[in-house]
């Protein structure tokens, strides 16, 4: 093998070598720029489900408290008409009590 | 002139490297002098070796050829075709450097500068290839 040859194996080799390496660097860096992206987008799902689930609670509380005011307000309602009564029965008895005397 | 080096920069980033990729991989083949010369011509003319450089020469344009469809391996491929024009290109300068009485002749200037713009194709096509095949296996 004469000398020209074994100097154009030797360039083949550390270009091979080189470009080899480069392209395992290249490779890890997108790599690691993929596994970041990745780890975003799991912590804003997780942030995501999060609230999903906090909607959820708070959409059931709301419902249970809706039914409980409605209760509330219709028991005031029915109070607010007896006090009518008994305020009506009360200036009736006043009435009735000074008449006597 | 601005949109011109703009549209050059584009075709060299944007453009697909597929069909010139195809395109020179037939030509080459059909071009392959083992497909029309035997090794007894080369033996004539002293370079015998010329004739099994074209083979392997040939090897590679099949390989390019039969695996255009798995990048991966036409990288492979290519790479080879790189490291084989490297390697002729290395072989013919350090032979014009050794030799003792030959002049720098225009032709030679000629043929270099096109060594030189097949490499940089070559390089191209390379380097698109695998940072296609790199992030195809990173995202799948």
């Known amino acids: ?13 550390i270009t091979g070598l080189l470009s080899a390496g480069g392209w395992k660097f290249y490779e890890s860096v997108l790599k690691g720029r993929s596994e970041r992206r990745k780890e975003e987008i799991l912590a804003r799902n997780a942030y995501r489900d999060d609230l999903i689930e906090r909607v959820d609670k708070l959409e059931s509380e709301r419902e249970t ?11 005031v309602a029915a109070m607010r008409v007896e006090l009518g009564f008994v305020k009506r029965e009360n200036e009736y008895l006043k009435l009735k009590l000074e008449s006597k005397l | 002139m601005r949109d011109l080096i703009q549209k050059y920069r584009e ?11 195809l395109f020179w991989a037939v030509s080459d083949f059909f071009n392959n002098q083992v497909l029309w010369t035997d090794l007894a011509f080369w033996e004539e003319m002293g370079q015998p070796d010329t004739y099994y450089l074209y083979m392997v020469y040939l090897f590679i344009s099949i390989g390019i050829l039969s695996t255009l469809n798995r990048i991966d391996w036409c990288a492979r491929f290519v790479f080879s075709y790189l490291l084989l024009h490297i390697f002729s290109t290395v072989r013919f300068l350090t032979d014009l450097y050794m030799a003792p009485d030959v002049e720098f002749e225009l032709v030679i200037v000629k043929n270099l500068t096109i060594t030189f713009v ?4 070559w390089v191209w096509i390379y380097t698109k290839m695998k940072a296609e095949a790199v992030h195809k296996k990173i995202n799948g």
Do not use: G, R
Request: aromatic share 10%.
């Open chain 2, 11 to 21: 075709i060299l980033v944007y453009h697909d490297h597929q069909p010139l990729l």
């Open chain 1, 1 to 13: 093998m004469d000398s020209a040859t074994i100097t154009a194996i030797i360039t083949c080799l």
């Open chain 1, 65 to 75: 408290y809706v039914k409980a005011l409605t209760i509330l307000k219709s028991d």
């Open chain 2, 118 to 121: 097949y490499f940089v194709l």
